[in-house]
């Protein structure tokens, strides 16, 4: 171009950032990589070609890991991760600030390599990934260094199995590898078969930092190596990809005891309200749908505008469209480079080309030849449409409208995922009405696609579970100290007492604040420990199940409830049972056969003392993220709660599990203890007398293992706890995966339900969901 045809157009001329070094390390590596093992670089194996989606070149040939090479690196990790524990959060820190000082030193060379493998452009590899990967270990070296003190009895998992997609290759590196170093663990992660080429690069910076060998392990290949890593001898499994994978894998670790944390798909809302600053919303929506091509879990893909204004935004969004450069993701003054490779360009077109509905509008800007897609907008939809309920993970944003801030929260939590959302509007009351009630794991107001390392991120419903991020991201490499006791399986007792009774003592259910009869009419006999008969105790099935569900669901009016409110009534439901105190000590005593009843009925009024306690003190916090705002990481309830509730200590287990749920603003379907069950059935008469809102807690009785399925493939629960002494950890887990429920199960483990372990912030992490809104102060 000469400088006069740029006056004439006043076009962005080309800016191609160099690409030598990072092609001159390719060369230096030999061009042909192995995987990163105990702090070496194997030969290179049978691989794969890993090509510049924008150009089509081999730029590196990768090998596909074999069991061997997964094994010899879980074997390193496994030999290196006592000593690297042993360390302390103090030696640690210094290796994660070498590693931090490191990738800035490198920065530029990071940058390149990255877009050239991924396609992206370099404008936000060198701005956005690079820097925030780096801000990742930074922000962890403190962690680190802040361990031993701030996070007394937390103790390392072990070795982590870490799998990554392409979409931003170092980024989801970091996000996984700087919190499981901090806290004392060692990796063996795998990065996506497409983009693998900054994490080798990563390996050489952690044998330049002088990192122990063995402490980070690297191999490479495609899901059938994701999958070894999986079945690998590993404590954990941090995965970031597609949410059919993430199912599989919450399959494949069923009932494994490892900790799992999965951070999947989404398609998330972008709301414009009529008052927005529409110029600014539309430039948000160039960052929300057409940054990295679309290929972001978080995307701004489903804009929802207000009716008012659609013609007008959707005029301004196509002018925008039309102004958006698609070219050499090298070149500086690029906006949308290629997508990542020809499989997903196809894939991107294949669901698009299907639709028939609405109006698409692609932008009119050249597109190159390759691996290129065109920033589309797609306008008119039904909110059923496939191409609103999918997620396209490429430049392609639908759009629909809607009249009233309600029917905006209905359509924006008319999906299965529930990853992000964006709200749009000048008016505060607008925004700060919407965002809490938006079923999203991350909420930005007026801005979108914010990320930082203090600030946690992660999904609800089907976009997964666990936060990468801050302090609560810490969480998922940490377990508390000491040797978990084995479960004992407590059985009921027999007897032979002959029916019928001159009196029915046969309990009843408990649903939506009723006494209820079960669906199928049975009940069975609960005898003591001399064989005499105590009394009768419903057995629920799954349409009881489904019915306590549905009562649940209804009572949602207690999750918005003031904590204040649930103080209250939570006290009040101590001061009833602690007024029935001596009564249900002696029925325990007689269903259990010991002396401890007194002491149990003790302990569970003090726990929901605690709760009562705890209720209004559980705080969120703001998150220190480098912005002219606030980064609010919020407790919200996780929603219905199904918990099998402990055995042994029949009225002390059901309260020690309903209280911090409930306190937390959840509804709890709770079945009873299995052997000794009529503790709970007398149990709702004290609910009955102290104002708790009919179908916040729901009890049924039975037989635990029959009941375990039905709960963990129910669609309308959020989580499901097992402190059952059945083991019943796999059969949940396996079931969860149906809707990627919560699960938080014992694991063959037994608690001490009258101690410390009985009680605490490990109840009331695992009775909240972390919302993180971001609301930056504005001009
Ligand atoms: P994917 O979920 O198949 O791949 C992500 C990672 O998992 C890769 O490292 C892959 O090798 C590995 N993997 C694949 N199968 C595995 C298995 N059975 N066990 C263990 N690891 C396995 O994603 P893919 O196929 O690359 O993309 C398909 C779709 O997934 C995209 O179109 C997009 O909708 C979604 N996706 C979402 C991402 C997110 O960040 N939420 C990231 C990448 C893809």
Redesign the pocket.
């Known amino acids: 171009m000469t400088v006069k045809q740029i006056f004439d157009s006043m076009d962005y001329g080309p800016a191609p950032e160099a690409a030598g070094d990072a092609l001159a390390w390719l060369v230096d590596q030999g061009d042909r990589f192995g995987h990163f093992i105990d702090g070496v670089f194997t030969d290179p194996g049978d691989g794969f070609d890993s090509r510049n989606p924008a150009t089509g070149e081999v730029l590196a040939t990768l090998s596909q890991a074999t069991q061997a090479d997964v094994d010899a690196a879980v074997a390193a990790a496994r030999a290196a991760q006592g000593k690297w524990a042993r360390l302390g959060g103090r030696g640690r820190a210094r290796y994660l600030y070498a590693i931090a000082r490191l990738l800035q030193k490198h920065s530029r060379l990071f940058a390149v390599l990255e877009t050239l493998d991924n396609g992206k452009p370099i404008r936000e590899s060198r701005d956005i990934d690079i820097p925030l990967a780096q801000r990742h270990f930074y922000h962890h070296a403190g962690y680190a260094q802040l361990m031993e003190a701030e996070l007394p009895g937390r103790e390392p998992l072990g070795v982590c199995g870490q799998?990554?997609?392409?979409?931003f290759p170092l980024l989801m590196l970091a996000w996984k590898v700087a919190p499981a170093l901090a806290m004392g663990n060692t990796v063996v992660l795998?990065?996506?078969?497409w983009t693998s080429l900054t994490a080798l690069l990563f390996a050489d910076i952690c044998r330049q930092a002088g990192l122990p060998k063995g402490v980070v392990n690297i191999v490479t290949g495609?899901?059938a190596v994701?999958?070894m890593i999986?079945n690998a001898d590993v404590d954990k499994i941090a995965f970031?990809?597609?949410t059919e994978?993430g199912r599989?894998?919450r399959q494949a670790t069923a009932g494994r005891g490892i900790p799992l944390t999965l951070?999947?798909?989404g398609k998330s809302p972008y709301i414009v309200f009529e008052d927005a600053d529409l110029d600014s919303a539309v430039e948000g929506l160039v960052d929300a749908i057409w940054f990295n091509q679309g290929q972001v879990?978080c995307a701004g893909s489903r804009l929802l505008v207000q009716e008012g204004i659609a013609p007008r935004f959707h005029a301004k969004l196509r002018a925008r469209m039309d102004k958006l450069r698609i070219g050499d993701p090298l070149d500086k003054s690029v906006d949308v480079g290629a997508i990542v490779d020809p499989l997903?360009r196809n894939?991107i077109a294949a669901l698009v080309d299907a639709n028939a509905e609405g109006e698409t509008y692609r932008a009119a800007c050249p597109l190159p030849d390759g691996c290129f897609y065109p920033p589309t907008l797609i306008s008119g939809l039904s909110p059923a449409s496939p191409l609103m309920q999918e997620?396209i993970?490429g430049p392609v944003l639908v759009s629909s409208t809607f009249r009233t801030p309600d029917e905006a929260v209905q359509m924006a939590n008319n999906t299965r995922y529930g990853l992000a959302a964006t709200v749009w509007s000048e008016n505060i009351n607008t925004a700060l009405d919407v965002a809490p009630r938006l079923a999203a794991g991350v909420v930005w107001v007026n801005g979108t696609n914010l990320f930082d390392a203090a600030a946690p991120f992660g999904g609800v419903r089907e976009s997964g579970f666990g936060r990468e991020g801050g302090w609560e991201g810490l969480a998922a490499y940490t377990r508390p100290g000491g040797k978990p006791k084995a479960l004992k399986p407590v059985a009921a007792f027999d007897g032979d007492e002959a029916e019928p009774q001159p009196v029915d003592r046969t309990a009843k259910l408990y649903v939506g604040g009723k006494q209820a009869r079960p669906d199928g009419g049975y009940a069975r006999n609960v005898f003591d420990r001399r064989g005499r008969l105590i009394g009768q105790a419903p057995i629920a099935n799954r349409k009881d199940i489904r019915n306590a569900v549905e009562a649940a669901r209804g009572a949602s009016g207690w999750s918005s409830a003031t904590a204040h409110l649930r103080a209250q009534v939570i006290y009040y439901i101590a001061e009833n049972l602690a007024a029935r105190g001596s009564e249900f000590a002696a029925q325990i005593d007689r269903m259990t056969g010991g002396k401890s009843g007194a002491k149990e009925v003790d302990a569970a009024v003090a726990r929901l003392f605690t709760y009562a306690a705890w209720a209004d003190k559980f705080d969120g916090r703001v998150a220190q993220a480098p912005l002219r705002g606030v980064a609010m990481a919020l407790r919200e309830p996780c929603g219905v709660i199904c918990a099998l509730c402990p055995d042994d200590v029949p009225l002390l287990g059901l309260v020690s599990v309903m209280a911090p749920a409930i306190a937390m603003g959840n509804r709890v379907v709770l079945v009873a203890s299995e052997p000794f069950p009529l503790a709970a059935t007398d149990f709702y008469q004290v609910l009955d007398t102290s104002d708790v809102p009919g179908g916040v807690v729901n009890i049924l009785t039975g037989s635990h293992a029959d009941l375990a399925p039905t709960l963990a493939t129910h669609a309308d629960v959020e989580a499901v706890w097992s402190f059952s002494s059945t083991d019943l950890a796999a059969e949940i887990e396996r079931g969860a995966a149906g809707n990627l429920k919560r699960t938080w199960v014992n694991n063959g483990h037994s608690r001490d339900w009258l101690g410390a372990e009985g009680e605490g912030r490990e109840f009331l992490d695992a009775a909240t969901e972390v919302k993180t809104v971001w609301v930056p102060y504005g001009a």
């Open positions: 799998i990554i997609p392409w979409n795998k990065p996506a078969e495609d899901g994701g999958e999986v970031t990809g597609s994978v599989r894998i951070e999947l798909g879990c997903q894939r997620e993970f």
